[in-house]
């Protein structure tokens, strides 16, 4: 086909596919007029749902596939699937045919499809999951949330660059801000890889942004724009940060439930409570991309509904339509990696193989 895609929206992945997928879609290309997709998936249950929502019609181009990726589906077998919707959807980014992708399908078999089929960009030696969170200060971003569970000093310094080049794309920063995640913010915290990387930045063209060493409340007050560490801790992070505002919700329900007074109270301090569920909601923050691929690859979680989805494709449509990959390579070009770092041959194996969390 002549025409190139915008994005490649995997139909089939998630727990509520294809109708929340087809919902999002259409949220999505109203905020997007000028985007084309392209839908893949099951072509005869994609077809009615298209026939009701004639704005996400209007936008995309279906492609039949007729096998979906099970969530709990182990990687290596993910790989096996060529005709799977998800591996449709990457290979026609390696095609050129769509600039990016979008799933909310198996984050582990997403992560090894797309590893094995885009590659890395030249200089990287692993892909990172970045994702947006809210703080005290505004959003901030936090890589990597899983895709490597141990990562060494090289790993850490080439998510910094690529956190600086996702907060400027995505959330606008002209000089974000970067913080490494550390059991401490004094320097000789940590251990021998955070304060090799921490020095490497020091040094770097990112030394006026790089704020130091990070706290784990630090998240949440915002001290930093950027949040970089391993992807074990960032996962753990961030299921951590997702289940203290459950809780804080559940506790609201109760205590504004627990009488006459206090359903008063709720009433008055409502529009203010709006705001706030508004602000905190998980939806706004969907979309994790996994960076350092060539192509832009962006993770919906698995139980996102239309409104969340649509939020993914858009952080999908920001990192196409601000060119993120060509800036990627830009800073990857400026900063000067030492000789005891080893060499990055852009294949993940450079120190050893990358352990994918297959969470969803």
Same mark, same amino acid.
Request: with cysteine; glycine share 12%; proline share 4%.
């Given at each position: 086909?002549?025409?190139?895609?915008?994005?490649?929206?995997?139909?089939?992945?998630?727990? @509520?596919?294809?109708?929340?997928?087809?919902?999002?879609?259409?949220?999505?290309?109203?905020?997007?007029?000028?985007?084309?997709?392209?839908?893949?998936?099951?072509?005869?249950?994609?077809?009615?749902?298209?026939?009701?929502?004639k704005?996400?019609?209007?936008?995309?181009?279906?492609? @039949?596939?007729?096998?979906?990726i099970?969530?709990?589906?182990?990687?290596?077998?993910?790989?096996?699937l060529?005709?799977?919707?998800?591996r449709v959807?990457?290979?026609? #980014?390696?095609? &050129?045919?769509?600039a990016?992708?979008?799933?909310?399908?198996?984050?582990?078999?997403?992560?090894?499809?797309?590893k094995? #089929?885009?590659?890395?960009?030249?200089?990287? +030696?692993?892909?990172?999951?970045?994702?947006?969170?809210?703080?005290?200060?505004?959003?901030?971003?936090?890589?990597?949330?899983?895709?490597?569970?141990?990562?060494?000093?090289?790993?850490?310094?080439?998510?910094?660059?690529?956190?600086?080049?996702?907060?400027?794309?995505?959330?606008?920063?002209?000089?974000?801000?970067i913080?490494?995640?550390?059991?401490?913010?004094?320097?000789?915290?940590?251990?021998?890889?955070?304060?090799?990387?921490? +020095?490497?930045?020091?040094?770097?063209?990112?030394?006026?942004?790089?704020? &130091?060493?990070v706290?784990g409340? +630090?998240?949440?007050?915002?001290?930093? +724009? !950027?949040? !970089?560490?391993?992807?074990?801790? &960032?996962?753990?992070?961030?299921?951590?940060?997702?289940?203290?505002?459950?809780?804080?919700?559940?506790?609201?329900?109760?205590?504004?439930?627990?009488?006459?007074?206090?359903?008063?109270?709720?009433?008055?301090?409502r529009?203010?409570?709006?705001?706030?569920?508004?602000?905190?909601?998980?939806?706004?923050?969907? &979309?994790?991309?996994?960076?350092?691929?060539?192509?832009? #690859?962006?993770?919906?979680?698995?139980?996102?509904?239309?409104?969340?989805?649509? @939020?993914?494709i858009?952080?999908?449509?920001?990192? #196409?339509?601000?060119?993120?990959?060509?800036?990627?390579?830009?800073?990857?070009?400026?900063?000067?990696l030492?000789?005891?770092?080893?060499?990055?041959?852009?294949?993940?194996?450079?120190?050893?193989?990358?352990?994918?969390?297959?969470?969803?």
């Amino acid at each position: 086909m002549s025409h190139t895609f915008t994005l490649a929206i995997d139909a089939m992945g998630g727990d @509520h596919a294809p109708e929340m997928v087809i919902g999002g879609l259409a949220l999505a290309a109203e905020r997007h007029p000028a985007a084309r997709f392209l839908l893949i998936g099951d072509e005869q249950r994609l077809a009615p749902m298209l026939r009701r929502q004639k704005r996400a019609a209007a936008h995309c181009t279906v492609r @039949h596939a007729p096998e979906a990726i099970p969530g709990d589906l182990k990687p290596t077998a993910a790989l096996r699937l060529r005709g799977a919707s998800m591996r449709v959807a990457i290979d026609s #980014v390696a095609a &050129g045919e769509s600039a990016g992708v979008v799933s909310a399908g198996n984050t582990g078999a997403l992560l090894a499809l797309a590893k094995i #089929v885009l590659k890395t960009l030249p200089g990287i +030696d692993r892909p990172a999951m970045a994702g947006i969170s809210p703080s005290a200060r505004g959003d901030l971003v936090m890589l990597d949330l899983g895709a490597n569970v141990a990562c060494d000093a090289r790993n850490l310094v080439e998510f910094a660059v690529m956190g600086d080049v996702f907060a400027r794309t995505v959330l606008g920063l002209p000089a974000p801000t970067i913080g490494l995640l550390n059991v401490g913010a004094e320097e000789m915290k940590g251990d021998e890889r955070v304060r090799q990387a921490a +020095d490497v930045l020091r040094e770097s063209y990112l030394a006026a942004q790089f704020h &130091g060493f990070v706290e784990g409340h +630090d998240i949440a007050a915002g001290t930093t +724009d !950027v949040i !970089v560490t391993d992807g074990f801790t &960032g996962n753990v992070a961030l299921k951590t940060g997702e289940g203290a505002l459950k809780l804080i919700s559940s506790l609201l329900r109760q205590v504004f439930a627990s009488s006459l007074a206090a359903r008063l109270g709720y009433l008055l301090a409502r529009a203010g409570l709006d705001r706030l569920r508004e602000w905190l909601d998980p939806r706004r923050y969907n &979309g994790a991309v996994m960076l350092g691929l060539n192509g832009v #690859v962006v993770k919906s979680h698995g139980g996102a509904d239309a409104y969340g989805f649509a @939020h993914a494709i858009d952080v999908g449509m920001d990192m #196409v339509v601000h060119h993120f990959n060509e800036r990627m390579r830009e800073g990857l070009a400026r900063i000067a990696l030492p000789q005891a770092l080893g060499p990055g041959d852009g294949s993940g194996n450079g120190h050893g193989s990358p352990r994918v969390a297959a969470a969803r």
